[in-house]
């Protein structure tokens, strides 16, 4: 294989299509629009293989994207994951992933290595890889005529038809284009940690509805434990918090509690290493996604699970989605984040909803106690926690999940993506 500079050229001053950010929704993006033809030029400012705060978590979803995306062979001999160890208040259940279009087995690889895999996979189709930070436009009217690159002390203006922003959750880009993170609804604070286990080859998720600080006190979030099938799993936690009620919680000295916790239950063999935090816009809480030629996607677009802060199937969706539009839109302004709301709209307004509830000091007692001993409750957040409701689900949960964020949208100040 080769080296991360092997494929990274230098930066060229034209591209039909220009995508910044080269995680897993800018990566997928240059695949999907390379693979049609398109002059594609990927660019980051990060030099590869490069680490993210994450869970490494792939649900049955992000499988599918990454089946969709062609990368079909990618999971050959990985970990192949069940479904959730769910515990909490003296209980535990083992819920596997409810049946869905999307198959029955998700995954988990380090972030490290799966962002790399799908960039070198987007290099393969045919985009063009070049390192250097995105900090500025020219504009012709409405349109962004160039895009400025910060590469060291140079400066270069890169000419565009076409710009997808995919550049995480800080978006230098979004933020010159007039992106705005409201956090009047659910954000999240998470740290992670890698810990060599001897359940490192499980074949369940393990999570902890029940999370609690050094003292004893409870947290609204979640504690997660994600086998990697390399003799390590990836511990970490997470807090909601708004605006209103803001996550006063030292990641750190929760996470160290969480590791020793549940270190006799996974076997653990080393302490926490790669320690590592980050803040999380969700559920589309974001305004200024599009314009004439261009469009936020992923982390940049906070296109996250509200509840558990799970990104990386809509990164990958959005991707694809993005190209698609490309071919149907002439002025992205309206039309990107309307499919983002069709797409995701009443699904995010609902988890936000009750994420912005879970941030009450109150309410996860009330919930968590009795829902942790219902097998049909635990299903459902399975569903919801792995991003497995979609708007073809027509059973009665689905309905009533979209139903209520669909009531949801309608009485919000600021609804998904607006």
């Known amino acids: 294989m080769t080296s991360a500079t092997d494929d990274a050229a230098a930066i060229a001053t034209s591209a039909d299509i220009l995508v910044v950010g080269a995680g897993p929704a800018g990566a997928a993006a240059a695949a999907h629009a390379a693979a049609g033809g398109a002059d594609v030029l990927l660019l980051d400012a990060a030099t590869f293989p490069r680490d993210k705060t994450c869970g490494d978590g792939l649900t049955p979803r992000a499988v599918r994207a990454l089946e969709n995306l062609g990368m079909t062979d990618y999971l050959a001999g990985r970990p192949r994951i069940r479904g959730l160890e769910l515990n909490g208040w003296g209980a535990q259940q083992r819920v596997p992933w409810p049946a869905s279009r999307f198959g029955p087995f998700g995954s988990a ?20 890889m ?31 038809n076409q710009v997808i922003v995919a550049d995480g959750v800080r978006s230098t880009l979004g933020k010159v284009l007039g992106r705005q993170w409201h956090r009047d609804t ?15 080859d499980d074949e369940w998720m393990g999570s902890h509805l029940e999370l609690r600080d050094p003292d004893g006190g409870l947290l609204p979030g979640y ?3 994600f086998p990697l099938g390399d003799g390590t799993v990836n511990v970490g936690v997470g807090a909601l918090a708004t605006a209103k009620r803001p996550a006063a919680v030292q990641l750190r000295p929760v996470l160290e509690h969480y590791v020793r916790m549940v270190g006799d239950d996974w076997r653990f063999t080393s302490g926490p290493e790669r320690i590592a935090s980050a803040l999380l816009p969700m559920g589309g809480a974001v305004s200024g996604v599009a314009g004439r030629n261009w469009m936020l996607i992923g982390d940049a677009a906070a296109c996250v699970n509200p509840l558990n802060g799970e990104g990386i199937d809509y990164a990958l969706e959005t991707g694809r989605m993005a190209v698609e539009l490309l071919a149907d839109s002439r ?10 709301r069709a797409e995701y709209g009443t699904a995010f307004a609902a988890a936000r909803r009750a994420a912005g509830l879970l941030t009450m000091p109150k309410t996860v007692p009330v919930l968590g106690r009795p829902g942790i001993r219902s097998a049909a409750l ?6 919801v926690m792995g991003n497995l409701l979609t708007p073809e689900d027509t059973d009665l949960i689905a309905r009533a999940w979209r139903g209520s964020g669909a009531a949801f949208s309608r009485f919000e100040d600021r609804p998904p993506f607006t």
């Open 109 to 128: 690889v380090a972030r490290t290595e799966f962002d790399d895999d799908v960039r070198r996979f987007a290099v393969d189709r045919g985009a063009r």
């Open 130 to 160: 070049a390192t250097g930070k995105a900090v500025d436009t020219e504009r012709d009217g409405d349109r962004i005529a160039s895009v400025i690159v910060a590469h060291g002390a140079e400066r270069t203006a890169v000419r565009v």
């Open 186 to 200: 659910a954000y999240g604070v998470a740290g992670r940690s890698y810990v060599a286990s001897e359940r490192a």
């Open 223 to 225: 504690g997660w434990v």
């Open 331 to 340: 002025d992205h302004t309206q039309a990107w984040p309307a499919l983002l």
């Open 378 to 383: 635990m299903s459902t957040v399975v569903r």
